[in-house]
């Protein structure tokens, strides 16, 4: 009676919503349980039909859906998998807690039993439970997330990395789904040519909708739950790979706005890892027009430490990558955002442990025009970051291979630092690399030090003649008179303000 009486509380839905629901086209497997649970209606329609105010009797062949699973014999067990399952299709409204809270707590009790049972790993999932298992997920977890507020400010990737991520109201309710979804997956009695039907390329597509979700935690449960399915359903990999590559190609060419590219992209560093020698073509044009392009939004602070790990995932695979690595970086190399410069150095630096000289000399030249750039940077942690790459000894050993090359490309940036730059943290450690390239060829060194005081010179001549030009123009633009709409030149003293 008690259980009756549950039941009777739930929400009643007609056959036609139940049709209406199954024809969904966002939800495939809803279309294939239907048809399904049509064709056996024949079997159940002798059997009690206590649980058809929450779903078709056919579907759940006559088995109450609350008895526990230790009270049925093994023979119906895999039917009361189904009743259970189906029975947590119904949906509920988890923003007003007030509401349905028996039927709420029912489900959540049937949804713990339903993950103990897959967790037992007891009997072979049949085809209709793996139907019923799809069409469950489906309905609870495949959604349209809400618009974000923050969607329209003016200084989206500066301030994101600083906001405080939204939660699902519905998520203790979710977790176990997703906990239930990923012991599925799983489990050894899962027969994945079977279930490589339903968990398809639709499901996939769906599933990977999902992580453009707010909350980090249902982040994180995806990015396991598509890692599983990676491994287990070989004949998904190209596809899965492929729509990887355009949600990154959306994200960095289009939107710039997506909250799941961490994730994703440590995804990728577990399936580079995973990559045959040698390397694929596809997978060279993955590095090349996604990884190398993904350093260029504003956002990339975001994500860095998993882009940084995929790439230097490939250059292990294949040093000879370096180089073309090297100038991809070099190409989206940041002007005016200080923070991304200190990151990209970082990344340059691991980079350079595992560069072999052969691809380093090819990159030399204007690797180390950007690395001056950035010891003459203004902004001293920019400076400082540079200046450190000279603690690494593979980095050094380099340098003293190709001195000849590279101290003449450094050594003006050495020079304007020692004389000119304001922070001493800088200024001690620009003095120690001119002490490190002296010792190592003072020939050179002195060769440098004579050619950059020669052209020191030359700019200051010419900054003379420039002045000397300029001044002969003003004198004779001044003696000129000034008639109708004619322009005048104003004299910086003329023009100056005292302070």
Known sequence: MMLRQILSKLPRKSSKTDSAESARPESPVTQQISNGSSAGSGKSSNGPKRTSVVFPASVVAG?????????????????LFVSKVSLCCVTFDFSDSSKNTLEKDVKRQTLLELVDFVAAGSMRFSEPAILAMCRMCAVNLFRVFPPNYRSNSSSIGENDENDDPMFDPAWPHLQIVYDLLLRFINSTCLDAKVAKKY?????????????????????ECLKTILHRVYGKFMVHRPFIRKSLSNIFYRFVFETEKHNGIAELLEIFGSIISGFAMPLKEEHKIFLWRVLIPLH???????YFQQLSYCVIQFIEKEPRLASMVMKGILKYWPITNS?????????LEEILEAISMVEFQKIMVPLFWRIGCCINSFHFQVAERALFLWNNDQIVNLIAHNRLVILPIIFPALEKNAHNHWNQGVLNLTLNIRKMFSDMDEALYLACLDQFMEDEEKQILLAEQRKEAWQRLEYAASLKPVTGNTAVLVTPLATSIAC
């Open 296 to 302: 260029k939004p504003k956002s990339v602070g975001v």
């Open 339 to 347: 923070q991304k410069e200190v990151m990209f150095l970082g990344e």
């Open 63 to 79: 088995i109450e859906p609350l008895v526990p699973f230790k009270d049925v014999p093994n023979a119906e067990k895999m039917n």
């Open 199 to 219: 968990i398809d390329h639709s499901f996939i597509l769906r599933l990977l909708d999902l992580f453009d979700t707010e909350d980090p935690r249902e982040r």
